[in-house]
């Protein structure tokens, strides 16, 4: 890894930490960044350290915001990572799971299990089938726009426009058939929003970002070779079939947990990876980690911005991401038309 | 050694290789010739591994080479592509040590390589560029660079000339002789049948899937063959300032 790779690391690591303790600490009962650490002190180690923070501050930063922010952060991690593995493994910057309709897969399979009653599974239960409507997505969009060893470009956001067209329409249909108190509305699929955290979501989507993170970076050497073109990789001895199975599974296992969680959030795993790309190149050892770092830190910098800019109301965390998301994706498109002739 | 038995490839009702033996040995540089849908890719593509034979078998050193792990494969042979356009913009450094992929010989080896290679190709002013920017006949200086630091002593070159200018033309295949001066065995296919002669200690003339002739340059190249084989009048002549190759010029007899 290089130096510049590490700074990049460290500085979104810093990042991240700022925006997390930023999280805790700004809304209606604002806490002082000092007694956000007093009182994560306090409920993880049972020491006080005698910081005037009052019970109510303590109640809202436990039972709220904490699971609200960590619930941002591990769906920003997840989409981003995500993003950057299915970007390396597709060899092309424009495969967002939320563009090439995998997000919207997963929310299918999620409102479907909700509607539909299933939960054989308990807690666990609407993350499956998120991620199984997720990995039926991503395969009809790869198995359309891979030929010969490449995917091609337009066949693939084509394919993204198709399969999020239908996915909307399944979703507006299982939500117009289910009971008010069985599911939140239709906006919340289509928006996003982690404004209905707690701690059970947490833990639901835990398992599932933790195995992403430990699963796609192993893989960062097999990706690099994946750019130059699956021929090339597997004449590099990369075991190729494998290596794209796996790295699909795992990222719409991730970004179906994320969207079980928290609807669907467009742009991120779009625009981090490419901002990363652009400051330490496209290497996976240090994008991947960067992409999980700087997804997160963004993810739960924009629902912080989502509940205190329109304070009392709140602006759903999708439109944030979109509104910042979406300028960058149509400067992406120009930039990538004039340093190669465009996408056609 | 790299050798095909018996090797046939077939597509639906066609045979794109029909029956194909031929063994290629260390030291020698072989060109692949033959008109369009021959079958010298397709037979480049079961020789490297990518596609396997619907009857017949490939072997290095006489082990099958379906029953060889793919890393220790890309440690026996190595394959230029014809052209590469990775998306995202590597630098040439960074493509060139991706060919360092199959082995785990730590990262002081790694760079050496990686030096010798870039040396060897002469493209040391290139290595901090980006990939995509470059022209099509540097894009090729680095493949075959890469190639190099895999360091393998079977080379497959799948056209690699077909995008590029003469002099780009020559350097490519230049360093491939050298390789094969080296006592690797280097596999050519080429459109080009005056590089091929030029170039290359054996040419093997395929045909609708089969070899047609196998054998040196001057034994194996003339007039009657390949205006039959490419279907327009072609006559060959010897070469004016290179006694004993072949000069091949397409003009009405």
Redesign the interface.
Same mark, same amino acid.
């Given at each position: 890894m290089t130096a510049r790779g590490r700074t990049l690391l460290s500085a979104l690591t810093v990042l991240l930490i700022a925006a997390f303790v930023l999280g805790l600490g700004r809304g209606a009962v604002p806490i002082s960044p000092l007694d956000v650490l007093a009182i994560l002190t306090k409920r993880l180690s049972g020491r006080n350290f005698g910081v005037g923070f009052t019970e109510q501050q303590d109640a809202v930063l436990w039972t709220i915001r904490l699971p609200r922010v960590l619930l941002a952060l591990g769906v920003g991690a997840a989409l981003g990572l995500s993003g950057a593995a299915l970007q390396g493994v597709f060899r092309n910057p424009l495969a967002d799971p939320g563009l090439i309709g995998v997000s919207s897969g997963a929310a299918v399979g999620a409102v479907g299990s909700i509607v539909l009653g299933f939960h054989a599974l308990g807690l666990w239960s609407v993350p499956t089938a998120a991620f199984l409507g997720a990995l039926t997505a991503a395969a009809v969009v790869f198995r359309a726009a891979h030929r010969d060893g490449r995917v091609e470009v337009v066949t693939l956001v084509l394919c993204g426009v198709g399969v999020n067209a239908l996915c909307g329409a399944a979703i507006g249909l299982l939500t117009s058939i289910a009971d008010d108190d069985k599911l939140r509305n239709v906006s919340f699929w289509q928006l996003g929003s982690v404004g209905g955290a707690t701690w059970e979501l947490v833990r639901a989507l835990l398992p599932f970002v933790v195995l992403a993170l430990l699963a796609l970076p192993r893989l960062a050497d097999e990706l690099d070779l994946f750019v130059l073109g699956e021929r090339e990789a597997r004449h590099l001895g990369v075991r190729v079939e494998r290596t794209r199975l796996f790295v699909i599974v795992i990222a719409s296992l991730a970004a179906g947990a994320a969207v079980a969680v928290a609807g669907i959030l467009g742009f991120v795993g779009l625009i981090v990876p490419h901002l990363i790309r652009l400051i330490n190149g496209p290497g996976h050892r240090v994008l991947l980690p960067a992409s999980a770092l700087g997804g997160a830190a963004v993810l739960t910098l924009a629902d912080l911005a989502a509940r205190t800019v329109t304070v009392p109301r709140e602006v759903p965390l999708g439109v944030m991401t979109a509104l910042l998301g979406a300028p960058v994706f149509l400067v992406l498109l120009r930039r990538t038309r004039q340093t190669s002739g465009g996408f056609a | 050694m790299l050798a095909a038995s018996n090797v046939t490839v077939r597509i639906g009702q066609r045979d794109l290789v029909d029956g194909v033996s031929v063994t290629f040995r260390p030291g020698q540089l072989t060109a692949v010739v033959g008109p369009n849908g021959a079958g010298k890719s397709t037979l480049l593509a079961v020789l490297?591994?990518?596609l396997t034979p619907t009857a017949g078998t490939v072997t290095i050193a006489h082990r099958a080479i379906c029953e060889i792990a793919?890393?220790?494969?890309? &440690?026996l042979?190595?394959?230029v592509?014809q052209h590469?356009a990775?998306?995202?913009?590597?630098?040439v450094r960074?493509?060139i040590t991706?060919?360092r992929?199959?082995w785990s010989t730590g990262a002081d080896d790694d760079v050496a390589f990686v030096d010798a290679a870039i040396n060897h190709c002469g493209i040391a002013a290139l290595a901090d560029r980006s990939f995509?920017?470059l022209s099509g006949g540097e894009q090729a200086l680095v493949n075959l660079a890469r190639v190099m630091a &895999?360091n393998t002593d079977i080379v497959l070159l799948d056209e690699p000339t077909a995008a590029l200018d003469v002099g780009h033309q020559e350097l490519v295949l230049t360093l491939a002789s050298r390789l094969a001066r080296a006592g690797r065995t280097v596999i050519v296919v080429v459109h080009d049948v005056n590089l091929a002669c030029r170039f290359a200690d054996r040419i093997v003339v395929m045909a609708n899937g089969r070899v047609e002739r196998d054998g040196t340059p001057v034994d194996v190249i003339d007039g009657e063959l390949l205006s039959r084989l490419y279907r327009t009048p072609i006559c060959v002549v010897d070469h004016p300032f290179s006694p004993g190759v072949p000069l091949v010029l397409p003009a009405p007899i």
């Open positions: - | 490297a591994g990518d793919p890393k220790r494969l890309a &440690q042979r190595s394959v592509p590469t990775p998306m995202f913009s590597f630098s960074q493509i991706m060919g992929h199959p995509p920017t &895999q």
